[in-house]
Nanobody
Framework: QVQLVESGGGLVQAGGSLRLSCAAS????????MGWFRQAPGKERAFVAT????????AYADSVKGRATISRDNAKNTVYLQMNNLKPDDTAVYYC???????????????WGQGTQVTVSS
């Protein structure tokens, strides 16, 4: 069992940056791939980024490629999402998830956090 708690969201102006964190409980964090997803009002949950268990593989949605960096610290049981040059379209609730393999597909993730709100003003 893995419990995930996101933090770091908030209100930021367009062009600004945020670093989201996701702290995991349990001793199996380092064996899980991790992902970040987001859900904007009235829209489906969408993939943002994913990272393999050892950090050696990452992938990003086209909408954030070049502006986002996913990383993890297995010693701290934490995964991060650094977002730069934020745009109003990035406004959403951001969720982290833990799963068996790194993937853009939500179905492979077994554990989900409660989310953190990111609001980007124009």
């Amino acid at each position: 069992q893995v419990q995930l708690v996101e933090s770091g969201g908030g209100l930021v102006q367009a062009g600004g940056s945020l670093r989201l964190s996701c702290a995991a409980s349990g001793r199996t964090f380092s064996s899980h791939a991790m992902g970040w997803f987001r859900q904007a009002p009235g829209k489906e949950r969408a993939f943002v980024a994913t990272i393999s268990w050892d950090g050696g593989n990452t992938a990003y949605a086209d909408s954030v490629k070049g502006r986002a960096t996913i990383s993890r610290d297995n010693a701290k049981n934490t995964v991060y999402l650094q977002m730069n040059n934020l745009k109003p379209d990035d406004t959403a609730v951001y969720y982290c998830a833990a799963g068996s393999r790194w993937s853009a597909g939500a179905s492979v993730y077994d554990y989900w956090g409660q989310g953190t709100q990111v609001t980007v003003s124009s």
